[in-house]
């Protein structure tokens, strides 16, 4: 006998949604294990668990379904100056009450999500928290996670924060009942007038969200229209399924989530912390679907990925279109040439065991390998040679007439051990008003000491040596390694030209630091730098001048040329997709068309990333910083002055330049 029960439709949906649950993998239920954790749980987590801030004093408010009762965002804004914005977010901070490497995180991490299911819904985490004792529900105070974003008039993102703080939700809304207030179809949420201030701080964050959303329409976003149903029930028959529409307040949410949700992935990267994203991949027909956006009056980039930050690699954006704020762009990212180690993996392994003989390790070269390993390389290789054994010296330096290849050579010096670096400024940003530089400290003097150890065991024309000429040294096979720009693989793998190439060379991550030489407290990382280009537009010049550039300019930096010039030329690609290409993945090994291909691994995979990676300095007297650094730095080379004195006239005439002496 059938029981009746099992012909509800409500229960004939939550079984549906069972099985289909478990055949994905999910799980439909908590274990025993879990619910007797949340049986220990009583009450909220303790106010003196949010780090720092209170912020229970501003007029968040939530805006969900009517029926929602899981509440895990709030948001605020608050006027600026010269028309800026801040935008709050906060989001329910569950690990307050959820353990990590807990059953119930357990149960989070296995489904990631709540699953919203036409028969109910299946909650990440049991309805005593997602509901009551970690939900912002209206008059609680909770701990949450702030988002903080400050925007100027025009939209663009000057700064951005992520912290804990302990909120107070002022207003419950509903996204219908606020958007026809929006729309001016109804009358004010009596919940609105009811606290001082939230019409005004709406209606900021709805002019500051529409902003928000145009901009990222102008930069391709695309607006797809989608109709979803909601089953409506009686009891546990199903009464009728409606539809649901979009609305501004709808839009208000989504936007604030949108640039949230930026900022979270951005400050995961710069962490070098893992995440996980959803990746759009590109229409097949892309080209097709730009001409039909045509046709109806419509424009869309011509690369499918944008021009946002997230279409270049880490950073790369700001390097060369971002000056001293998170502001305007100014140029877009053509190429980037990024320091790795070449080395003739075939002389490391031919004299690996003189080598170990006097140094006690092997002769070769890994990511662990350090500039003190680089020193004991480059004087053993010299030793040999000064003995008449048929081997190259071991290393050489940029120095030459470029002031600018000089600094890099030392920056990276210096960053890699303590990550030391000339100002106390944001190295992706620069400043205007950079202060007092660190030259001249004891970290500084001390790997000037080290620098100039080096220099003393390099090929004896290294003061000659710009970068191209010591590519040229390199390729010709005078020296055994060299810290180079990964552009110049190609012409290394050159066999017509190259006595390195056939497979002599190898590709490695730039140098470590020493721990021993640290006294600034700082890490031992592999210093990488770079040497990038941007495109940019002339702001004097005619419109018809701007129109050509900026067609030229979006031309030079799609995917597609980037690709041609790689398999070309040999560039130095700034796209993320253009590593994505199945083209581009297969020519990272030997054989390979496409030879700047083989230092990707030592480049984009780990030395463009943090904690390794540094940019600038970005100053207004960039040019005079290049000439004196190199200049005062030859001097020392050449042995017209000692490294302490090097390293104090370099900090002398560096506050003199920056007004700060």
């Not at 190259?392 to 010096?413: C, E, K, M, V």
């Not at 702001?539 to 930096?557: G, M, Q």
């Not at 940019?615 to 490294?643: D, F, M, R, V, W």
């Amino acid at each position: 006998m059938t029981n009746q029960d099992d012909r509800k439709p409500r229960l004939i949906l939550q079984r549906i949604a069972r099985r289909v649950m478990v055949e994905r993998g999910l799980k439909p239920d908590f274990r025993p294990a879990a619910l007797a954790e949340l049986e220990a749980i009583h009450e909220p987590a303790p106010k003196t668990a949010a780090a720092a801030r209170d912020l229970r004093h501003l007029l968040w408010c939530s805006i969900d379904n009517d029926d929602s009762r899981d509440l895990d965002q709030l948001s605020v804004g608050e006027a600026l100056p010269n028309g800026g914005v801040k935008l709050q977010v906060a989001i329910a901070d569950v690990s307050a009450l959820v353990r990590q490497g807990s059953a119930l995180d357990g149960h989070a991490q296995k489904n990631t999500t709540s699953v919203y299911t036409a028969g109910g819904i299946f909650p990440m985490l049991p309805e005593k928290l997602s509901t009551n004792l970690t939900s912002l529900n209206f008059g609680a105070e909770r701990i949450a996670m702030v988002v903080e974003m400050v925007f100027s008039a025009d939209g663009t993102m000057t700064s951005s924060a992520i912290y804990q703080a302990l909120v107070k939700n002022r207003a419950k809304l509903a996204y219908n009942s606020v958007a026809a207030w929006l729309e001016g179809k109804d009358p004010i949420p009596s919940a609105i007038t009811a606290v001082p201030g939230l019409e005004a701080n709406l209606r900021l964050q709805g002019r500051m969200t529409g902003i928000l959303r145009a901009r990222r329409h102008k930069r391709g976003a695309l607006s797809l229209q989608t109709t979803q149903a909601r089953p409506v029930f009686s009891g546990d028959a199903l009464q009728d399924l409606v539809a649901e529409e979009s609305n501004v307040a709808k839009n208000l949410i989504e936007d604030l989530m949108v640039a949230a949700n930026g900022v979270a992935a951005t400050f995961l990267a710069a962490k070098n912390f893992p995440s996980m994203r959803r990746v759009v991949r590109t229409p097949i027909h892309w080209d097709r679907i730009v001409e039909l956006a045509n046709a109806h009056g419509s424009t869309l980039p011509q690369d499918p990925d944008g021009y946002g930050d997230e279409a270049w690699f880490e950073n790369f954006l700001s390097a060369c279109g971002r000056f001293y704020t998170e502001g305007r762009i100014v140029a877009l990212p053509y190429d980037c040439a990024v320091a790795c180690t070449f080395y003739r993996q075939d002389l490391f392994e031919a004299n690996t065991k003189d080598f170990e003989a006097e140094h006690g390790y092997r002769l070769e070269f890994t990511k662990d390998s350090t500039w003190k390993n680089v020193i004991d390389m480059a004087a053993f290789f010299k030793k040999a040679k000064e003995a008449g054994k048929d081997v190259p010296y071991g290393y050489a330096q940029h120095h030459g007439s470029f002031g600018w290849t000089t600094q890099l050579d030392i920056q990276r010096f210096l960053f890699a051990n303590g990550r030391w670096m000339d100002w106390n400024i944001d190295d992706v940003y620069g400043s205007k008003k950079p202060g007092k530089t660190n030259w001249g400290d004891e970290q500084s003097i001390l790997m000037m000491t080290k620098f100039k150890e080096l220099a003393d065991v390099c090929h004896p024309d290294n003061l000659a040596n710009g970068t191209l000429e010591l590519n040229t040294v390199y390729q010709s096979g005078n020296i055994a390694m060299q810290t180079q720009y990964h552009e110049f693989a190609a012409s290394i793998e050159d066999e017509k030209t190259s006595r390195a190439a056939g497979g002599k060379t190898a590709y490695a991550v730039s140098p470590k630091g020493e721990a021993s030489w640290i006294k600034n407290g700082g890490e031992a990382v592999n210093g990488c730098n770079c040497g990038i280009g941007g495109i940019g537009i002339k702001n004097n010049a005619s419109e018809d001048l701007k129109r050509a550039a900026y067609i030229f300019a979006i031309w030079s930096v799609s995917r597609e040329n980037q690709f041609n010039v790689l398999k070309g030329l040999g560039g130095t690609p700034t796209r993320k997709s253009v590593l994505a290409m199945e083209e581009v993945k297969k020519a990272r090994q030997r054989p390979t068309p496409m030879p700047n291909a083989l230092t990707f691994d030592a480049v984009y995979d780990y030395g463009i990333k943090n904690p390794h990676f540094v940019l600038g300095p970005k100053i207004p007297q960039a040019n005079e910083y290049h000439s004196i650094l190199a200049g005062e730095l030859q001097k020392c080379l050449s042995n017209e002055q000692t490294p302490e004195e090097a390293c104090k006239s370099i900090q002398t005439q560096l506050d003199e330049l920056n007004g700060a002496g």
